[in-house]
């Protein structure tokens, strides 16, 4: 009966040892699925802020595209209307009868755009560029020349990159008796 009674106490501590064990065993897998869920949680919230900076990216992106592709269709509008009236000139002046004496005008006197006197808006340091409010609608186109002063003294020579109606781009020529002074804001542009 003795050796009943071992086997059934050892029997009672293997049991008692593995629901122990068994015990242990499901709080560490507890454990590592609680640290596992919370990095895959975190592991998504990241993937959504990247997907949300992501998104916007190409959002902006659509955006400038589009921007990009109503500009070119605009230019390859101008582009056609040009060699349109390129092409009616050229017929116009290959019919023309050289022979007939020419129409002699009076003379045409066009403001010059010397008088013209206008202001710096914004300088770019960087790049070497100015914004002035002066533009198409004064007569300026891309390439031509200005002068930049501050009061009645010689800054710089500006040329024209780019001009809208009322304001342009110009890239700022330095003079070489002035490379210590700088074009800033309000400077005049002639």
């Given amino acids: 009966m003795k050796k009943t009674q071992a086997f059934v106490?050892?029997?009672?501590i293997i049991?008692?040892?593995?629901?122990?064990?068994?015990?242990?065993q499901m709080q560490?897998?507890?454990?590592?699925?609680?640290k596992a869920e919370n990095m895959l949680g975190?592991?998504?919230?990241?993937?959504?802020?990247?997907?949300?900076?992501m998104t916007k990216k190409v959002?902006?992106?659509e955006k400038l595209i589009s921007q990009l592709t109503a500009s070119l269709s605009k230019e390859r509008i101008i582009?056609?209307?040009?060699t349109e009236n390129l092409a009616r000139s050229s017929r116009r002046f290959a019919s023309a009868d050289l022979s007939k004496k020419p129409i002699e005008l009076e003379k045409i006197i066009v403001s010059s755009l010397l008088e013209v006197e206008g202001k710096v808006l914004a300088v770019d340091k960087q790049n070497d560029l100015v914004v002035i409010n002066l533009g198409a609608m004064n007569n300026l186109k891309s390439g031509d020349n200005l002068s930049i002063y501050r009061g009645n003294a010689f800054i710089a020579n500006a040329k024209i990159v780019k001009a809208q109606d009322k304001i342009s781009a110009a890239m700022i020529i330095p003079a070489n008796n002035a490379k210590d002074i700088k074009v800033e804001i309000n400077d005049t542009v002639k």
């Fill in 15 to 24: 049991a008692i040892a593995l629901a122990i064990g068994f015990f242990t």
């Fill in 42 to 53: 975190s592991v998504i919230k990241e993937r959504d802020a990247i997907e949300a900076i």
């Fill in 79 to 82: 582009v056609s209307k040009l």
């Fill in 59 to 61: 959002r902006e992106k």
């Fill in 9 to 12: 106490v050892m029997g009672f």
């Fill in 28 to 34: 560490e897998e507890k454990s590592s699925r609680v």
